[in-house]
């Protein structure tokens, strides 16, 4: 799956007829992204509540999408701006973090400079801009951030309003859903012929493929530990979490890079059951594994 994320990198200095100009544009152009259904998330990250975003002439991103005339443009915006804050989507680790606010990134629109360590994450997460093109220097497939402290610079795959633009972002768009659907196979090859609901391949392929190769990746390293069985428990990888009173076994794969995520599964050698994949950050992972234990024995008993 693919995130777009809101550039707030732009200048400000403008009337309120050119911002909800572009914003119009460039909310088009997205809408163009979902209709064929290629893999766009329908949503757009803030850093924060839109209500506390100011815009230019607009005290924020709500009073901003209230002046759009057309009311099925309007309702379509206001479906977007529902995930914030960033951190709760874009996540990296601590080296990563570490190396990125070292490296303090910034851009240049209009010869000022914008602070651009929330384009750096959005950079470090394979995601993409999605940007009110109130100056020229906005107008670019690729946005480029340069470091203040060393020679490194990144580019941020940038939508900003018009149809070729568009259309490069939609190759891209293929190219990365391409290459997700190949780690997608790439799993099952290494599970070795999986049994799994349609929930745990919606979860997978939910994912960026920077998490999804993780995912791949500790699997992989559960089977070179030559324990018992390939996904035994050890509690540092893989941990034995069936709940007190639970008659089905639920195990957790634990991946903590680029964010920390919970595989939930079961596995009756050579047979494994996959049901499940939550953040760890999920406020009831406890109601999470009773719900995967319950969902595992269903998955057992059908495919016996």
């Known amino acids: 799956m693919q995130y777009f994320y809101f550039n707030e990198c732009i200048p400000l200095k403008v009337t309120k007829e050119v911002i909800l100009d572009k914003f119009c544009d460039s909310l088009r152009e997205y809408n163009k992204l979902l209709e064929p259904n290629i893999g766009v998330d329908r949503s757009i990250i803030t850093e924060k509540l839109p209500s506390d975003i100011p815009l230019g002439p607009f005290p924020e991103i709500n009073s901003l999408i209230d002046g759009i005339l057309d009311h099925s443009l309007r309702n379509f915006a206001y479906s977007l701006f529902i995930k914030h804050p960033i951190q709760q989507y874009f996540a990296l680790d601590d080296e990563m973090t570490s190396e990125l606010l070292k490296a303090d990134f910034a851009i240049n629109i209009s010869d000022i400079e914008h602070d651009a360590t929330n384009l750096a994450i959005t950079h470090s997460n394979g995601a993409f801009l999605f940007t009110v093109a109130t100056h020229n220097d906005l107008k670019k497939n690729l946005l480029v951030c340069n470091s203040k402290t060393n020679a490194s610079t990144i580019e941020v795959n940038n939508l900003f309003g018009e149809q070729k633009n568009t259309e490069y972002i939609e190759k891209e768009i293929l190219s990365r859903e391409a290459q997700e659907k190949g780690l997608w196979q790439h799993l099952l090859q290494v599970l070795v012929n999986p049994i799994y609901n349609s929930s745990f391949k919606r979860d997978f392929e939910s994912l ?97």
Do not use: C, W
Not at 248 to 274: A, C, K, Q
């Open 208 to 304: 960026r493929s920077e998490e999804q190769k993780s995912i791949i990746s500790s699997f992989q390293d559960a089977k070179a530990r030559n324990l018992a069985s390939p996904f035994y428990p050890d509690t540092k990888l893989i941990k034995d979490v069936t709940p007190q009173h639970g008659n089905t076994t639920v195990m957790e794969l634990r991946v903590y890079t680029p964010v920390d995520l919970r595989v939930y599964f079961n596995e009756n050698h050579p047979s494994i059951y996959l049901v499940k994949i939550e953040k760890k950050s999920s406020p009831n992972q406890s109601t999470t594994i009773k719900n995967a234990g319950r969902a595992l024995k269903r998955l057992i008993l059908t495919s016996s």
